[in-house]
């Protein structure tokens, strides 16, 4: 059971999302979720086979050490277009959904004066 004190002191709680709370951009965090889908797509099926990290780099065309960094959950080593790339030998479909981010606002239009005024300078 914890504390008062114990309650107080631990730390951040996240309300929104992660890569916001970690500080990445827009960017880099659009970038950490496609990877992170591709990735846990690669994982789930390869369990659901049973297979071993062998039997997965045969699966994917990759060696051993790529298979263990796979298994590990270590995205920053792979770049989208690679874990496509496996999921793909795996014969994974893909779907993608894309909508405007509420986290991340448009930046404000400017007015049709003020736009004028700026490409007149």
Known sequence: M????GAAESGHI??????DDLGFSPKETLEAKI?????????RHS???GWSQAQLAR???AHQPDVSNLLRGKI??????RLIQFAGRLN????????ESKAHPEPQ???PAKRHAALAA
Do not use: C, N, P, Y
Not at 2 to 5: D, H, I, N, P
């Open 2 to 5: 914890r504390s008062e004190k």
């Open 14 to 19: 996240t309300v929104g999302d992660i890569f």
């Open 35 to 43: 990877k992170s889908e591709v990735l846990h797509a690669i994982v």
């Open 47 to 49: 369990g659901r086979q």
């Open 59 to 61: 699966a994917i065309g």
């Open 76 to 81: 920053s080593k792979f770049s989208i277009t």
């Open 92 to 99: 994974l479909e893909a779907h993608i959904h894309m909508m």
């Open 109 to 111: 239009k400017k007015s």
